[in-house]
């Protein structure tokens, strides 16, 4: 697998894993204003290309389906980030994301406790069923079932099983949650329902919501906004994960 693996200038605070949208999208060697922001902030930040990701040829993309969302890919992504600490990245480790990247960075909290101590989950898919009824995009109920081999109503322990949101009481570290209310792809009954359930369990959580987004934070007060909030954020986790 491939990533882009960002340093700061001096000995990093932590470790970010930035994971892309898709999963059939890919990450280049480009300006992404977020990741310079978190590598001035001190802290390094990888960009991995897991499988699904486009630009590695047909298998690549298409291995993704093997086991449908929360397989291997979320192994991939979890390789890349040992394999950062390995390389000498130092300190606790986040993961962020917006739409599968959100997926991604709820699944990381809630199934690798042992290594990540949080995640800002974007715009991300929280309960599979969920996503699959909520969405309002004409591909979005198709490309699960493309994914998951069928519809929650024939597949429900495979949805089951995948859902970040099965194994909330497996969260040790610290979760922000950001949805754009607009957003017609990853509908925000998925983070309604994250926020519900977390506060019924009373474990810790941080949300931000933004009225006039929709599937991401674009806006550039609207950006600039989270990243003065998410910088808290990781600062205060990982303060208190270092402890």
């Not at 999963?23 to 280049?28: A, D, F, I, K, Q």
């Not at 996503?131 to 079932?145: Q, V």
Request: with cysteine; glycine share 12%.
């Amino acid at each position: 697998m491939q990533g882009w693996l960002y340093r700061p200038a001096g000995p990093p605070k932590g470790l970010i894993g930035y994971i892309h949208g898709g999963p059939t999208w890919h990450s280049e060697d480009w300006m992404t204003p977020k990741i310079q922001f978190w590598v001035a902030c001190g802290y390094a930040v990888l960009d991995p290309n897991y499988r699904g990701s486009t630009g590695f040829g047909y298998a690549h993309r298409e291995a993704v389906k093997d086991d449908g969302w929360g397989g291997r890919e979320q192994a991939d992504i979890r390789a890349g980030l040992e394999a950062a600490r390995a390389a000498g990245i130092p300190g606790p480790i986040a993961v962020v994301g917006n739409s599968y990247g959100g997926f991604s960075s709820w699944f990381a909290i809630t199934r690798h406790p042992d290594l990540v101590t949080a995640a800002i989950p974007m715009c991300g898919m929280y309960r599979l069923d969920i996503d699959y009824h909520a969405t309002e995009m004409p591909h979005g109920r198709a490309y699960s079932e493309e994914m998951m081999g069928g519809t929650p109503e024939e597949f429900p322990e495979k949805y089951d099983n995948a859902s970040p949101g099965r194994f909330i009481d497996d969260i040790r570290g610290h979760v922000m949650i950001v949805h754009g209310l607009a957003d017609s792809n990853v509908g925000p009954e998925n983070t309604h329902a994250a926020v519900r359930e977390l506060t019924e369990k009373s474990i810790p959580h941080e949300v931000m919501l933004f009225d006039d987004e929709g599937h991401g934070v674009y806006r550039r007060a609207n950006v600039e906004t989270y990243l003065r909030a998410s910088a808290e954020f990781l600062a205060r986790a990982f303060a208190a994960g270092m402890r």
